[in-house]
């Protein structure tokens, strides 16, 4: 099975960017959707971002025109461009796929998941 390993969290200022990675150990082109999930504590995951093969994503309503997802079937990479941060984004941030999905964003329907990387926003 797939292993995937994120990395570029950090600590920023509210307002910052930071773009997340996700290595994959094996082609993701076989995993039609992948997505960027986050849990806050105390908070159930929820999704963030989502793309599938064909480079079409969906993005949760609290960070679209903020976050984009992007993903590189030939390097084996997931992305997550996050701008503008906020404060409200502070979470450990995950990275999933599946071979197949019918609700993008649902954390249900992903089977493969990263160890997450942590995201902290000051105000």
């Known amino acids: 099975q797939v292993q995937l390993v994120e990395s570029g969290g950090g600590s920023v200022q509210a307002g910052g960017s930071l773009r997340l990675s996700c290595a994959a150990s094996?082609?993701?082109?076989?995993?039609?959707?992948m997505g960027w999930f986050r849990q806050a504590p105390g908070k159930e995951r929820e999704g963030v971002a989502a793309?599938?093969?064909?480079?079409?994503?969906s993005y949760a309503g609290s960070v679209k025109g903020r976050f984009t997802i992007s993903r590189d079937n030939t390097k084996n990479i997931l992305y997550l461009q996050m701008n503008s941060l906020k404060p409200e984004d502070t979470a450990m941030y995950y990275c999933?796929?599946?071979?197949?999905?019918?609700?993008?964003?649902?954390?249900?329907?992903?089977?493969?998941w990263g160890q997450g990387t942590q995201v902290t926003v000051s105000s």
């Open positions: 999933a796929a599946v071979e197949r999905c019918d609700y993008w964003l649902a954390v249900t329907q992903y089977t493969y």
């Open positions: 094996e082609d993701i082109y076989s995993y039609y959707c």
């Open positions: 793309i599938v093969t064909d480079g079409r994503a």
